[in-house]
C-alpha cells in the first residue's frame, strides 16, 4: 500500500525501480544465517565424529556420575568395615595386651564412634514441600523455589541440637557420624562422607529422648525453619523409636588436608 505522498512522487510512471549495486540489508542477513547455520554443521559433525549425539548412552551426565561415584563409595566403606572386622578379630586373639589396655581401647573406640551403639533413640524426618505449594498464613508473601526445599543449615541445626541435647551417636541417613563427618548439601541434595542422598532426609539419635527434643524446641535455628514449616509447608516429624542399635562408621579415619604447592 502507499499513501498519497507517495503517489504524487511517482506520478504515472508506477513504482520507482530497485536500487542497484550493494546488497540490500536483507540479503546480508541470510548470508549470515546460512553461515552460522554452516558452522553449525561442521561442529556438530566435528563432535559427533560419526556418531549418534543425541544418544542418551553417549551424553553421560553429570548426575550419572555422580550417583555412579557414591554407589563406588558405599562399597568401599562396606568393605573397609569388613576388613576392620577381621583384622580386630585377629589382634583379640593374642595382642600382648592386658585386659585394662582391651577396656581402654574400647572406649576409645565407642567415644569414636566406630562402635555400634545401643540405646533409646528419636529420629527426626525433614523434607523438601511440595511444588505447587502457597504462603499457609496471611501476611506471607509467595515462596521463591529457595523457601521450598531443605538446606545445609536446617540439616546442620538438627545435628547440633541433638550434640546439645547429649546426644551419644548420631546417624544421618544411614551413616554415622563422627568427629570429622561435615553434613553438606549441593542443589537439594545432600553429600555426606562422599555419598549422596536425596530428601526426605532421616537423622537418628540415640540418647535422653526427653533432652534430646527439648534441645531442638530450643535452637533458635530450628524455630526458624518451623516457619517455613507451617507457612509452606517444608516436611518435619519427630519420632521416638524405642531401643535402636546404630552401626559404627566404616570410612576412613584418615585425615584429609590441603598442601601448599612446591
Known amino acids: 500500500m502507499s499513501n498519497s ?4 512522487a511517482t506520478g504515472s510512471m508506477g513504482p520507482a525501480p530497485a536500487r542497484k549495486g550493494g546488497f540490500r540489508p536483507v540479503r546480508i542477513l541470510t548470508v549470515g544465517v546460512f553461515a552460522l547455520a554452516g558452522l553449525l554443521f561442521f561442529t556438530s559433525f566435528n563432535t559427533a565424529k560419526g556418531t549418534d549425539i543425541r544418544s542418551d548412552d553417549n551424553l553421560l551426565k553429570l548426575s550419572d556420575l555422580i550417583q555412579e561415584r557414591s554407589r563406588k563409595n558405599k562399597e568401599l566403606d562396606e568393605a573397609n568395615a569388613s576388613s576392620r572386622d577381621q583384622n580386630e578379630k585377629l589382634a583379640e586373639r593374642d595382642d600382648g595386651s592386658s585386659k585394662a589396655q582391651d577396656d581402654k581401647l574400647t572406649g576409645l573406640e565407642k ?6 551403639l545401643s540405646g533409646k533413640a528419636i ?15 496471611p501476611g506471607y508473601p509467595e515462596p521463591q523455589p529457595d523457601y521450598l526445599v531443605i538446606h ?18 548420631i546417624k ?15 542443589g537439594n541434595t545432600l553429600i555426606l562422607q562422599g555419598r549422596v542422598y536425596s530428601p526426605p532426609y532421616k537423622i537418628q539419635a540415640v540418647g535422653d529422648p526427653a533432652k534430646m527434643q527439648q534441645a531442638l524446641a530450643d535452637s533458635e535455628a530450628i524455630q526458624n525453619y518451623m516457619v517455613y514449616v507451617n507457612v509452606y509447608g517444608l516436611g518435619w516429624k519427630v519420632t521416638e523409636d524405642g531401643t535402636v542399635t546404630l552401626p559404627g562408621y566404616s570410612g576412613t579415619v584418615d585425615l584429609h588436608y590441603a598442601k601448599p604447592v612446591q
Open 5 to 8: 505522498a507517495d503517489s504524487n
Open 172 to 186: 544421618v541417613m544411614d551413616q554415622r557420624l563422627i568427629s570429622t563427618s561435615a553434613v553438606r548439601c549441593v
Open 152 to 169: 545445609q543449615q536446617d540439616l546442620q541445626a538438627v545435628v547440633n541440637a541433638l550434640w546439645k541435647g547429649g546426644a551419644q551417636g
Open 111 to 116: 567415644d569414636a564412634g566406630t562402635q555400634k
Open 123 to 137: 529420629t527426626v524426618t525433614l523434607n523438601d514441600a511440595p511444588p505447587n505449594a502457597t504462603a499457609k498464613l
